[in-house]
């Protein structure tokens, strides 16, 4: 939108019949493009626009798709537009939240220059969880020392199109402070914050009208509602990605976060701003999701694993997707749709490691991790039955030696291949299931028809001795994210699940490419507000 409330505010009919041919026409090109990109994000849904299908949440698609979406949606988009329109100014003031704003640019700035624009203060948001207005608040009227200057002027009259140069007289109406980090590296260890101020310039045009330069703010996402991306921020990008590094790798609660930013880097901060600093992060690497899908797809071989997750007490399930060069994570449920979506329909061509969930079946190049059979092959032999310890120890002593026979043949490939070399051992081990899978002991019995039923896929890797033998890789991709929940008791909101796993997905990928994460997540963050494209996910370092 070229147009803010600002400048409709001043434009009327009497204007318009005053103005020259040429401004008419420049007008109307730019009243032209601002109503279709109005008209655009009104109809904005993912059969129509850009965005993706897999950045919807993937078990919403189906009732999404069928029937009660349409209305829904475009009453959130109508709303949504409606904000983008008219809220623009106020948007601002909501932007700024007491903790953000009360910094002293905004008094210093009306002062120095008697901005005649008071920034409007928004309604108060409905009650969160966390601290409520009226309790003490973190960094309001911090002084920070401001450290550099940004001055930010209009280029031109919206209205006429005069260009502005350097001798107009120029008013600076309101101004913001954004915190940033130097990193240090190994060479030049240590942190430093820098504040710098961004001042806004308005500048008046002879034509009559008045142009303001202003910070940019993302229309309102729909995946994401409520989750602002803009520039208008206390919080840099660089110091978004470091509060994102706390809560994320180093796990760490929103309120350790603050005593953490408090007390070693001198910036106080509410609870509820470094919560909104990681959802902004997340919706700033939302374009992603599809990359990563796109990089999950194409890979040869597939570790999936899923672990128990919590919603705000319902059970859900964290699913992992790695490969050597991506980790992509969703939260669902654990029936077979997430897989069917991300995977299914014959998406996925590769091979496919997983435990002997039904729900893999379908896939026909899998693999089995043989961790998961090796450890209930020694449940039976422990078992007090008479059949079961015999076929424990038979399945215990068959695997142990093909996985010693698979370790060899990763050093010296055999001439033969390893299933020639053990084909009597085969046949007679597969004789002992056909036995056990009537067997009265419940578990010896499931192993034997778990071992037959996956028989071709179990004992693919004596042909591919390459192939991996277990599911490790999901299951230690999965470990970080498991001590994360028992800290943190999960997500509260769908929303907040979304920018859980964009982040994790992010960062695991970032660390198998071997890039550093956080400051890909700043270009990430800098770009988005700045309202460019995301930038691609770094190279693969081997
Ligand atoms: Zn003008």
Request: net charge neutral; proline share 6%; with cysteine.
């Amino acid at each position: 939108m070229k147009l803010s409330d600002h400048d409709l505010r001043q434009i009327d009919e009497e204007i318009i019949n005053k103005l020259s041919e040429t401004a008419v026409k420049n007008l109307s090109i730019t009243l032209l493009n601002d109503l279709k990109e109005a008209r655009e994000r009104l109809n904005q849904n993912s059969k129509n626009s850009s965005i993706p299908p897999s950045s919807e949440a993937p078990w919403d698609k189906a009732s999404k798709y069928e029937g009660e979406a349409e209305d829904t949606r475009s009453l959130d988009d109508i709303e949504a537009l409606d904000k983008a329109i008219h809220g623009d100014k106020q948007a601002l003031g909501s932007d700024c939240h007491a903790e953000e704003i009360d910094t002293p640019s905004r008094s210093e700035a009306s002062s120095e220059t008697e901005a005649t624009s008071a920034i409007t203060q928004a309604a108060p948001p409905p009650r969160k969880p966390g601290k409520q207005p009226g309790a003490q608040g973190f960094g309001r009227g911090q002084k920070i020392t401001v450290h550099q200057h940004e001055p930010h002027y209009p280029d031109q009259c919206v209205l006429c199109a005069h260009v502005f140069n350097a001798n107009h007289s120029r008013v600076a109406y309101t101004a913001f402070d954004t915190l940033t980090l130097k990193w240090g590296d190994l060479r030049q260890p240590g942190i430093e914050v820098v504040n710098t101020r961004h001042t806004y310039y308005e500048n008046a045009c002879p034509c009559g009208h008045v142009t303001q330069a202003t910070p940019l703010r993302q229309p309102p996402d729909s995946l994401l509602p409520g989750v602002e991306l803009s520039q208008w921020r206390l919080i840099g990008s660089s110091l978004a990605a470091l509060i994102v590094c706390l809560s994320f790798r180093m796990r760490l609660s929103r309120p350790r976060i603050r005593e953490f930013l408090h007390d070693w880097l001198g910036i106080t901060l509410s609870v509820g701003s470094i919560n909104k600093a990681i959802h902004e992060s997340g919706r700033a690497a939302m374009p992603l999701e599809n990359k990563l899908l796109e990089e999950v797809l194409k890979s040869e071989l597939l570790h999936v694993d899923e672990t128990p997750w919590q919603q705000k007490g319902d059970l859900l399930w964290l699913w992992v997707f790695i490969s050597s060069s991506v980790v992509a994570f969703w939260i669902s449920s654990r029936s077979g749709e997430l897989i069917n979506r991300i995977l299914g329909y014959n998406a996925y061509q590769g091979r496919l490691m997983s435990d002997g969930y039904r729900v893999y079946r379908q896939f026909l190049k899998r693999l089995r991790c043989w961790a998961h059979l090796v450890r209930k092959a020694r449940g039976l032999t422990e078992a007090y039955d008479k059949e079961a310890p015999a076929f424990g120890n038979q399945t215990l002593d068959f695997m142990n030696s093909l996985i010693a026979a698979i370790k060899n043949a990763r050093e010296t490939p055999p001439d033969t291949p390893l299933s020639k070399i053990y084909q009597d051992q085969l046949i007679s081990y597969r004789q002992a299931c056909e036995k056990m899978k009537s067997s009265a002991h419940e578990k010896a019995r499931a192993l034997a028809v778990e071992m037959l039923n996956d028989w071709d896929i179990i004992f693919t890797v004596l042909d591919h001795p390459h192939l991996p033998l277990t599911n490790n890789e999901a299951e230690r991709a999965l470990r970080h994210w498991v001590i994360l929940r028992r800290i943190s008791y999960g997500t509260r909101t769908e929303q907040g699940s979304r920018v859980f796993t964009i982040l994790a997905s992010v960062i695991e990928t970032c660390r198998i490419r071997k890039q550093c994460p956080w400051r890909f997540l700043e270009s990430v963050i800098n770009n988005r507000r700045a309202g460019f494209l995301v930038p691609p996910l770094p190279a693969v370092i081997s």
